[in-house]
């Protein structure tokens, strides 16, 4: 039998994968159910109802698809090619092999942060949840500023430090502010060229934006770093 003959055909959604896909997608982003509702524009009771398996309409679907941020709004609506017990697994251990999990500890102070930043060379940051744009812009603004600050780190003497560790305080109390706190790991991470250049390792470190509250304690990345 070929791959193509093993392959089941698409099918729609049963209520309970249904309820189980959304609670996933809500989890994974750290969002509550009466986040999801607010950026769906549905009532709680609406997304309530759809993670306790009950019957939904095409346009409740497609609320969910947009909160997600699916390409295709109707993409709850369609058939889907459901993997069997076998291929979830294979797909389990495929992901298992492409990613590391990293154990996350939050960010206390500017100060804390200046070291981590002044410790690494390079480093990987993200949210782990949807940002309001104040908050995306509040990141964007600590990212750009500390990055800005390893570039020229040497210029600063112990004492002007402080000038630096203050501003960083006042990035992280104002995301705090906007339920936004944030968190940190470090790896070495291996560079290689394609040109024959001698091999190096250096470290990284991650840092991640998350619900005020609901900090990550650890999570997947991949192990493969490409660099633009």
């Known amino acids: 039998m070929t791959t193509a003959e093993q392959t089941k055909p698409p099918r729609m959604l049963t209520l309970a994968e249904l309820a189980f896909l959304i609670k996933f997608f809500r989890e994974t982003r750290q969002w509550s159910q ?9 009532s709680c009771r609406t997304v309530q109802r759809v993670e306790e398996g009950k019957a939904s309409s095409i346009d409740t679907r497609r609320a969910l698809a947009r909160a997600f941020e699916f390409e295709d709004i109707d993409a709850l609506n369609k058939p889907f090619s459901i993997p069997d017990a076998e291929e979830q697994k294979a797909q389990q251990e495929q992901f298992a092999k492409d990613h590391i999990t990293l154990k996350a500890q939050p960010i206390g102070s500017g100060k804390e942060l200046a070291k981590l930043v002044e410790m690494t060379m390079m480093d990987m940051s993200t949210p782990a ?3 309001s744009r104040e908050a995306d812009e509040r990141f964007a603004e600590l990212i ?12 600063y003497s112990e004492l002007d430090k402080f000038e630096i560790y203050d501003a960083m305080d006042e990035h992280i109390k104002a995301l705090k502010g906007l339920q936004v706190s944030l968190c940190f790991a470090t790896r070495k991470v291996a560079f290689t060229s394609a040109l024959g250049a001698q091999p190096f390792t250096a470290e990284a470190l991650y840092v ?13 990345t991949p192990k493969a770093v490409q660099l633009g």
């Open 144 to 155: 750009d500023y500390f990055r800005e600050y390893r570039d020229c780190k040497d210029m």
């Open 208 to 220: 991640v934006a998350c619900k005020l509250g609901q900090e990550l304690t650890e999570f997947a």
């Open 34 to 42: 009466e986040q999801l509702s607010s950026i769906s524009g549905l």
């Open 129 to 131: 949840i949807e940002l």
